[in-house]
């Protein structure tokens, strides 16, 4: 007999780790949970109590309780309560706690992973040595932005309560990514964690009184749906963050609309996972175990869609095929496995039903042999072939460990495919050509691309999505910025102005038009509106613009968007220095028209066109300076940050100051590459539409800044609800605002929402443009491996 054959029919001993320690800790709790509300265990029984069940086999855990309207406003006390004195804490206090909390999960580290898999069913392996590590790790790190906030945040200050809710798939990988941040900057948290999934989150409660956490500072709140929105209901809430699918996300947006509470959202996904012809095809291979059949496939980026070179499809899926008939379904405790249980049977059906679904469209489907074990909830790992880019299973996030297989040609089809979904949130490329991948990664509209490598996690490289992955980042720099408020300044009380409309005469009298794909354009009904200067006498007429004048505004944008993308940094620089210079030499008859407007004296108006220059040259400043970093993450290669152009912006300016505002928003996000739709002030539009004629003559490419006039609510909400539209940064009324926060949902925009806007636009500390120069691009992490 030879070697090959010996081992052969070697097979799998069994390596079950021992769970005793775990259960043993579920029986000191006497197997019944209250909740963790200013530092203490609350008593069980106050509350109606649950069952958490053990996937893999299906039996009762321990019970928790379900967080009742009392129980949250508790908690949101205790989190009120402690936040003044927790903001106050010197950084390095905060620091201190965060180093403890990192300490205490790698002394418990072993129980944290067997108490997390026997609560989630997904594998030892995973939690061991993923899930528990990176929460250490994300600790740590915070621990270190707690120390320099600082000399990194100067003047920023915490947001105040935050409510977190987390789904069940990374139950304490979830925690960590919310807690961490949010306290490091001097936030207070009342966290519920999944109803699937709440026992680690009480663990972590435990260790949160051994690292003598203040207490308040850190809250549990257990319970189902109906306790997050108890949460998201709370009035003395500052923040939700919210991590879970994006049918949730949306019903959070419109509950947080018009409250003034924070927002920001990670959501679900539908990745692609490339593969070029002349990639490595064994890492490849070992690339899509990784990202579809790690945690069973219920993973948010998960590599679920598998676009393949159609020149090497066939023997690719069958190498695959053979591939998966190796990985063994089985007991989660058991160190050899390969896939574990199914989180819940609600999960296990959807699946079923979505890949049903899928064969009845036509897809075929590969099963491995080999049965799952039965006395849990288990699916085998699936490939499904022969699948159309529009149908269900191509389109729909299944979270489950069932992999779609599509061919492209190009690279050109491949990046298309890959966008011809509505979520962003991650994206696999494997190919040896350096130089395609690159492209590739930059082409492809997500918040994470990684390079020969997949599902790479690190707490010094934010994690997020495009489009309808959600907006906000956790993790790096930018993951802090949801958790601070900038310095911005407020505007100071109007000074007295004597009115003095000088020399304002016939030639104001003229009709303006939208401003459209580089063009003057008629309003598309016909109708304008009549503007009054301060003084109340007729100063002229704009066009009243409509949903018809939008749409053409925003196809305008896009295709400039689209062309613009190779248009450098450089360039736009130019063009917008050339706007400086050509506001310049026009200064005189739009100062006239401010100070109509405002009512101010031809000096401040004077003043106000001032501004509007250095605007103009910060923005021109920022468009080749805001780069990406490179991160210190622990692995091998690059891990970078790209700051891309959210893409097309509508932006709907404040009632007053009726010109710098406009100006300043719209320079700084072209600046960065994105195309604008500017809405003038409703009050006071001539200013603006008058630079009409600036713009005209400075080169700016048609469709990268475009003006449409009218009344703001009307123009508002169809950009609010519009699906082609990224972002929409709204200054306006309160009424209008809460109204397009509400429509915003639909396509999950990213918003920008300061309803009665009293900034102070002169920015006399840059706080403003920082803001703006963040809210125009959206991070995108690239990781690139290298070496063997
Ligand atoms: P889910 O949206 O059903 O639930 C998430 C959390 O929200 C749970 O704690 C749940 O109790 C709570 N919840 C449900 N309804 C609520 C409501 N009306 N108000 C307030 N809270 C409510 O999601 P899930 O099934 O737990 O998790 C799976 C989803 O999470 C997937 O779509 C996945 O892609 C996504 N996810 C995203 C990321 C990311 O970083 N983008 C990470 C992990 C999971």
């Known amino acids: 007999m030879d070697l090959a054959t010996l081992y052969d029919p070697l097979p799998y001993g069994p390596a079950p780790e021992d769970a005793q320690l775990a259960r043993q800790w579920i029986e000191s709790h006497g197997g019944t949970f209250g909740h963790f509300i200013d530092g203490k265990f609350t008593q069980p029984g106050g509350s109606p109590v649950f069952d958490c069940i053990n996937p893999a086999d299906k039996q009762v855990l321990a019970q928790v309780s379900q967080g009742t309207e009392e129980d949250v406003a508790r908690a949101v006390a205790s989190a009120r309560k402690a936040q003044p004195d927790w903001q106050e804490s010197s950084p390095h206090e905060r620091a201190k706690v965060l180093y403890a909390l990192a300490r205490q999960v790698q002394k418990h580290a072993r129980l944290f992973a067997v108490l997390e898999t026997l609560d989630n069913g997904k594998p030892i392996r995973e939690t061991r040595d993923l899930d528990v590590p990176l929460v250490a790790r994300h600790f740590y790190h915070h621990a270190g932005w707690a120390q320099l906030m600082p000399a990194r945040l100067p003047g920023c200050w915490p947001v105040g309560v935050c409510g977190q809710i987390i789904p069940w798939n990374f139950p304490l990988l979830m925690l960590a990514w919310k807690i961490a941040p949010a306290i490091a900057m001097g936030n207070t948290v009342v966290l519920k964690p999944a109803e699937f999934t709440p026992l680690t989150a009480l663990l972590f409660a435990e260790i949160c009184q051994v690292a003598e956490v203040p207490q308040g500072v850190v809250n549990v709140v257990t319970g189902d749906g109906d306790t997050g929105r108890l949460l998201v209901e709370h009035p003395d809430v500052d923040k939700i963050a919210f991590t879970g699918s994006t049918e949730v996300g949306r019903i959070l947006r419109k509950a947080t609309a018009g409250t003034r509470k924070r927002l920001s959202l990670e959501l679900g996904g539908k990745s692609p996972f490339i593969v070029f012809e002349d990639a490595d095809w064994d890492s490849a291979i070992e690339g899509i175990v990784d990202a579809i059949w790690f945690n069973q496939g219920q993973v948010c980026c998960a590599g679920s869609r598998l676009l393949v070179q159609e020149s090497i499809e066939g023997r690719f899926c069958e190498k695959l095929r053979r591939r998966m008939d190796a990985l063994r379904v089985g007991n989660p405790l058991d160190k050899s496995i390969d896939i574990g249980a199914i989180v819940a049977p609600v999960q296990l059906e959807r699946i079923e039903s979505l890949v049903k679904a899928g064969v009845e469209e036509g897809a075929v489907m590969y099963q491995p042999p080999g049965a799952c074990p039965k006395e849990g909830w288990f699916y085998p790992p699936t490939l499904m072939t022969n699948v159309a880019p529009a149908s269900t299973v191509a389109q729909i996030e299944i979270f489950g460990p069932v992999l779609v297989a599509m061919p492209f040609r190009t690279p050109k089809e491949a990046v298309e495919l890959a966008n011809n979904t509505v979520y962003g949130l991650a994206a696999s490329v494997w190919t040896e050509n350096l130089s395609l991948a690159l492209d590739v990664a930059a082409q492809v509209k997500a918040g994470t691309v990684w390079i020969n490598s997949t599902n790479l996690f690190d707490a010094a490289s934010g994690f997020g999505g495009y489009k309808e992955s959600g907006f906000g980042r956790e993790g790096g720099f930018e993951g802090l910025l949801e958790y601070v408020i900038p310095p911005l300044a407020k505007a100071k009380p109007p000074k007295p102005h004597p009115v003095s409309p000088m020399g304002f005469t016939a030639q104001l009298d003229r009709t303006y038009k939208h401003y459209i794909g580089g063009k003057q354009a008629r309003p598309d009904q016909g109708y304008s509106l009549e503007v009054k200067a301060s003084q109340g006498e007729r100063l002229g007429e704009v066009a009243r613009g409509n949903r018809k004048d939008v749409r053409n505004a925003v196809e305008s944008a896009r295709k400039a968007h689209e062309g613009g993308k190779n248009q450098s940094s450089h360039l736009r620089a130019q063009v917008l220095y050339y706007l400086a210079e050509n506001l310049s030499s026009r200064r005189d008859s739009i100062e006239k028209l401010i100070a109509a407007t405002e009512g101010y004296g031809i000096r401040a108006a004077g003043e106000q066109v001032d501004e509007t220059l250095k605007r103009l040259f910060d923005a021109a400043a920022w468009a080749d300076k805001n780069d990406g970093a490179v991160h210190s993450t622990p692995f091998r290669g690059l891990t970078y940050t790209l700051n891309e152009p959210v893409g097309v912006i509508a932006v709907v300016c404040p009632p007053s100051p009726s010109f710098l505002p406009f100006v300043s928003l719209g320079a700084v996000a072209v600046a960065l590459g994105n195309a604008v739709i500017l809405v003038p002030s409703e009050r006071g539009p001539i200013p603006a539409a008058e630079f009409v004629q600036v713009l005209e003559a400075s080169d700016v490419m048609p469709g990268v800044w475009n003006v449409v006039t ?79």
């Open 710 to 788: 009218g009344l703001e609510g009307e123009l508002a909400e169809v950009m609010a609800a519009h699906d082609d539209i990224d972002a929409l940064w709204h200054f306006g009324s309160s009424e209008s605002v809460v109204r397009c926060l509400e429509l915003s949902a639909g396509n999950l925009k990213q918003t920008w929402a300061v309803p009665d806007c009293d900034y102070d636009w002169t920015d006399p500390n840059g706080a403003l443009c920082r803001e703006i120069v963040r809210r125009s691009v959206q991070v995108k992490n690239v990781w690139a491996p290298s070496g063997e």
